[in-house]
């Protein structure tokens, strides 16, 4: 994880871009609002979000005609499979990975930052590394 806190790196770069250009009102005492802006960017771009919300939508209109809970149900999860199967993920690995990469280098206290979890995870997936390592090139 040393990648990402060289002050040359791109994601270091990219962390003095963002901080740059905060609002004035913002910067005193920014808190977590710019880690809550990169983490819901990402949650925005997840394939997943919107595969799920395929998936309720399915579920929730078939219920609503009548059908039978169970069956509703699987039809909504097998409709949100076959959408993520669609969807795929476009590129947006890489996209997700920089927004969440950035937040320790932004936030003023990652200690207590509220996508604390969600980065730490992120950043511990076994494939990380080698994403942060072709990204620096």
Do not use: N
Request: proline share 7%; net charge positive; with cysteine.
């Amino acid at each position: 994880m040393a990648i990402i806190f060289k002050p040359d790196s791109v994601y270091g770069v990219a962390a003095d871009e963002l901080l740059k250009r905060v609002p004035w009102h913002r910067r005193p005492s920014r808190g977590h609002w710019l880690c809550k802006v990169l983490e819901d960017a990402s949650k925005a771009i997840d394939p997943g979000t919107y595969t799920a919300a395929v998936g309720d939508g399915v579920t929730r209109t078939l219920r609503d005609a009548g059908m039978p809970e169970f069956a509703a149900t699987v039809l909504g999860k097998s409709a949100a499979f076959g959408a993520g199967r669609a969807i795929g993920t476009v590129g947006t690995d890489q996209i997700i990975l920089g927004l969440r990469v950035v937040v320790p280098l932004v936030c003023p206290a990652f200690e207590r930052c509220p996508a604390q979890a969600v980065v730490c995870t992120t950043l511990l997936k076994p494939e990380v590394e080698g994403l942060l390592r072709d990204a620096r090139r």
